[in-house]
């Protein structure tokens, strides 16, 4: 057996206590039915990467049929879809995790012919994501506030769903970041002149129905993407006031940081040589924990990343999806039995579902994709939402 701190129990703000200090990260799947249900291939991938992590976070949901980003995705926008949900947590519960669903939309991260009608995707600004993205419809105050609404409804349905919390999607581009994002929101109106009135009024509404409705202890967390790289775009030291404002207002227990590597310092701020994970520990309340995610391969590399920051959390994704056993191999020091590799023989055994492979996996990685020591950066990025 090791003595891994991060393998140490930890009680979060609200009194939610997890086995440990791991987390299945949100990961992409595209595995659901086309009305947004739960499959058993989603059901199944996740009840095999339960049985060691403290947490579980069910990746990118949608609060809203407007708010797709991908087909096959995972819906939490209509009760038709809380049968599938419950599967999902029970399958969770049954490996010994907490269960927690991420609340998305996609915003102008998507498409026409996703979207019902064919309708053009929806954002703060007509600002297309790219020069060869479709240009989105501007929102209007009134969309806006529905949108903020379905977020409160899509919390509710976790509730009843049995979930231990829901993460509000507020990073990768996506609808709340686009809102914050000084290059894609333009609005001369409330929305626009303050950029953080969305994801304010988001996080706000989320809490609200949890205080209305949930047991205690009941999980909030709230993804970010530190730093933007364009030009116009936003810069670490905003996204770290932002935390600060959007702790002091909201019952936030966690932070879950966007990143490639989980020690890393700003890409874009090169001059400032901490790690991103510890200037948010540094700026954050003592109760409110940082989750730190990235390029976590070996025990040692999960417990240098909350060393090196102090986050209270450490986030794994590729190594779960390669590895379903890595938190309870670790554990028991057997790290040398770790699977690093990931070829189509592997594709039954992992328990990763065919649309998974065929959208995702196959495109990117090829036949066989080396993990360990590999160069490959989309390991990381094809996985991670």
């Given amino acids: 057996m090791t ?3 991060f393998l140490q129990p930890l009680a979060l703000r609200h009194g939610a206590k997890l086995r440990n ?53 995972l819906g939490i926008s209509d009760d038709n879809q809380l049968a599938g949900l419950k599967r999902l947590v029970g399958a969770i ?8 669903v991420q609340l998305h939309h996609a915003g102008r991260m998507s498409y026409s012919d996703l979207l019902p009608g064919g309708q053009a995707p929806v954002a703060p600004s007509s600002i297309p994501n790219t020069p060869d993205s ?5 929102l209007t105050d009134s969309e806006i506030r529905e949108i903020i609404e379905d977020f409160g409804s899509a919390t509710k349905r976790a509730i009843d769903a049995g979930f231990d919390g829901v993460e509000i999607h507020g990073a990768n581009h996506y609808l709340l970041q686009q809102f914050f994002s000084p290059s894609s929101n333009k609005r001369s109106d409330s929305w626009g002149t303050d950029r953080t009135a969305f994801p304010l009024a988001v996080a706000h509404k989320v809490a609200d129905v949890i205080r209305d409705n949930a047991e205690p202890g009941f999980i909030l967390g709230y993804r970010i993407s530190p730093e933007e790289t364009n030009v116009d775009g936003y810069r670490i030291n905003d996204t770290v006031e932002f935390a600060q404002q959007l702790t002091n207002e909201v019952p936030l227990d ?23 994970a510890k200037l948010y520990r540094d700026a954050l309340p003592e109760d409110v924990a940082v989750l730190a995610v990235g390029n976590v391969r070996k025990g040692q590399d999960a417990e240098a ?3 090196d920051t102090g986050a209270d959390l450490v986030g794994l994704a590729v190594e779960l999806i390669i590895e379903p056993k890595w938190v309870e191999k670790v554990a028991a020091g057997q790290e040398d039995a770790l699977n690093q590799k990931l070829s189509e023989l592997d594709y039954v ?18 036949e066989v994709v080396p993990w360990a020591g590999s160069d490959n950066e989309v390991a990381d990025h094809g996985a991670m939402l």
């Fill in 3 to 5: 003595d891994y701190n």
């Fill in 21 to 73: 200090r791991t987390v299945f990260a949100p990961t992409t799947l595209s595995a659901s039915f086309f009305n947004g249900v739960a499959s058993t291939d989603d059901v199944e991938y996740y009840r095999h990467r339960a049985g060691g992590v403290g947490l579980v976070i069910v990746g990118a949901s949608y609060v809203d049929d407007l708010g797709r980003g991908f087909p096959g995705q």
């Fill in 93 to 100: 519960h049954d490996g010994g995790a907490k269960a927690v």
């Fill in 134 to 138: 479709e240009t989105p419809r501007e």
């Fill in 254 to 276: 966690y932070l879950n940081l966007s990143q490639p590597v989980a020690n890393q310092s700003p890409f874009v701020s090169p001059e400032i040589k901490t790690p991103v």
């Fill in 305 to 307: 990343a909350l060393a």
């Fill in 349 to 366: 055994d992992l328990h990763l579902p065919q649309a998974t492979v065929d959208s995702l996996l196959k495109p990117m990685f090829g």
